[in-house]
């Protein structure tokens, strides 16, 4: 069956969708031989040759990780800097796997890695609105106006965060345990939005994608998911099929 080039780099775990989209602009891609830049070419991966940078594409099984992420890891497959980025910590598993998103240098938690870039695009992808759940630790101790504020939106960098839901896990004295559950992924965001509260973000950790939890999953430490695992991600019902994949 024909789809779209793009849609099969990424069910082929070349690239996200979008990464796709400029290797076909490059010049990268060819189908029967032919260079292939148009977005809207189609491709049958049963019975047409697709290649990349020259390679034969190869329809690898899909692998769903869900990795708990240490401070101090890149979430990047290589970095010029030459700090450990997360692949280090998926040796077991000879497939590449990507990151889905990403999460800071100095932030823990959740992070999900497959080489699917249909599920990665599904999940970023804003029309799924995809919850993240993270709890930080920040300075002081927020007002319940401020939290009200964060439940509404905020403007930051130019646009307005989308609705959150907020739950004070923890109060100490001058610092506080926060949940904040988010539909976007901007960069550092949910730092930014406790800094402009005036509350500044001692630690961070993202606990859950959907309802699939981070739970006892120890630091460092990953597990391989299953089709259930997934359809938690997405509230039910996954967006997409998945092939090659074991119950």
């Known amino acids: 069956m024909e789809e779209r080039l793009q849609k099969i780099l990424a069910k082929a775990g070349i690239a996200s969708r979008r990464s796709a989209e400029q290797l076909i602009r ?3 891609i ?10 809207g070419c189609k491709a049958d991966p049963a019975h047409d040759r697709i290649t990349c940078d020259g390679k034969p594409m190869a329809f690898e099984e899909k692998v769903y990780v869900l990795l708990n992420k ?3 890891y890149v979430t990047t497959l290589s970095d010029p800097q030459g700090r450990p980025v997360v692949t280090d910590l998926i040796t077991e598993i000879p497939l590449r796997l990507f990151p889905v998103g990403r999460l800071d240098l100095d932030t823990e938690g959740a992070l999900l890695m497959t080489n699917d870039g249909e599920l990665g ?22 007002t ?12 930051l ?19 506080t345990l926060i949940e904040i559950v988010i539909h976007e992924g901007k960069k550092r965001q949910v730092r930014k939005m406790f800094q402009a509260l005036n509350h500044r973000v001692l630690h961070l950790k993202r606990t859950a994608y959907g309802q699939l939890k981070l739970g006892t999953l120890p630091l460092g430490k990953y597990r391989v998911l299953t089709p259930d ?16 994949i074991p119950d």
Do not use: W
């Open 26 to 28: 490059d010049g990268r």
């Open 30 to 39: 060819r189908v029967n031989g032919q260079v292939v830049m148009e977005m």
């Open 70 to 72: 240490p401070a101090g």
């Open 121 to 142: 695009n599904s999940i970023l992808h804003p029309r799924f609105e995809v919850k993240k759940t993270y709890e930080a630790l920040v300075v002081g101790c927020p």
């Open 144 to 155: 319940p106006d401020k939290l009200n504020r964060l439940e509404q939106g905020i403007e």
């Open 157 to 175: 960098d130019g646009f307005r965060t989308r609705p959150a839901a907020i739950r004070v896990l923890k109060r100490h004295k001058d610092q």
């Open 229 to 244: 695992d997934l359809k938690k991600i997405f509230s039910g019902k996954i967006p997409f099929t998945i092939k090659n």
